[in-house]
């Protein structure tokens, strides 16, 4: 059974910054795009960085510049390093994997919250 395990959240100060970890479990195959997601309440759930195979990253405009998404190339591990966070980057973030495309079509960890405060 496929697991993704998110760690690395929690409560910074705006202008602070945390690193999110992905650790997938229970895979026989290579995922062949990984990303974070995020909702935050009363919002619809949005793609915050993806990465595919060929190393092809995007990210959302908001968190351009301040967002790096990397992923361990022998494992199905991916990681979301955030800086200079905004109070409107708080939100329960998602990692994603697909074995060919992210969202729905793919495996979802458990959430982690980060909270930014002002």
């Known amino acids: 059974q496929v697991h993704l395990a998110e760690s ?7 202008g602070g910054s945390l690193r999110l970890s992905c650790v997938a479990s229970g895979t026989n195959f290579r995922f062949g795009a990984m990303g974070w997601f995020r909702q935050a309440p009363g ?5 915050v ?6 190393g092809n990253k995007k ?7 301040r ?6 190339n022998y494992k199905n591990d991916v990681y979301l390093q955030m800086n200079n966070l ?7 973030y ?3 994997g697909g074995k ?4 729905s079509e793919g495996y979802w960890g458990q959430g982690t919250q980060v909270t930014v405060s002002s």
């Not at 690395?8 to 705006?14: C, E, I, R, T």
Request: net charge positive; aromatic share 6%.
């Open 94 to 96: 998602y990692c994603n």
């Open 8 to 14: 690395g959240g929690g409560l910074v100060q705006a």
């Open 49 to 54: 960085a993806g990465i595919v195979s060929a």
């Open 43 to 47: 919002k619809q759930r949005e793609l």
């Open 100 to 103: 060919r495309n992210l969202g």
């Open 59 to 65: 990210y959302l405009d908001s968190v351009k510049g």
């Open 67 to 72: 967002f790096t998404i990397s992923r361990d």
């Open 86 to 92: 905004k109070p409107e980057d708080t939100a329960v």
